[in-house]
Nanobody, 123 residues
């Protein structure tokens, strides 16, 4: 079992960068594929990026490609999302999720979720 906890959100200006972290408790972090999702007010939760258990394989939503980078450090039980060239439309609560198998953008398949961290990008 793993319990994710996000951090690193905040208020930034358009064009700035932020790095989100997702620390997961438990000794079996490397057994879980991980992903980032986000939810803006009045919108459904959407997939941002995902990473395999080893970190060798990554996947991005079109909106994140070229600007965001997902990574993980299994020795530190932590996953990251480096976000560059932020836009106002990136404003959302960002959640990290974990599952034994990588399910891509299928949020309902992920059994473990963090509480979320707010990212606000001003224009």
């Amino acid at each position: 079992q793993v319990q994710p906890v996000e951090s690193g959100g905040g208020l930034v200006q358009a064009g700035d960068s932020l790095r989100l972290s997702c620390a997961a408790s438990g000794r079996t972090f490397s057994n879980y594929a991980m992903a980032w999702f986000r939810q803006a007010p009045g919108k459904e939760r959407e997939f941002v990026a995902g990473i395999s258990r080893s970190g060798d394989s990554t996947d991005y939503a079109d909106s994140a490609k070229g600007r965001f980078t997902i990574s993980r450090d299994n020795a530190k039980n932590t996953m990251y999302l480096q976000m560059n060239s932020l836009k106002p439309e990136d404003t959302a609560v960002y959640y990290c999720a974990a599952a034994r198998t990588y399910y891509g953008s299928s949020s309902y398949q992920y059994g473990y979720w963090g509480q979320g961290t707010q990212v606000t990008v001003s224009s």
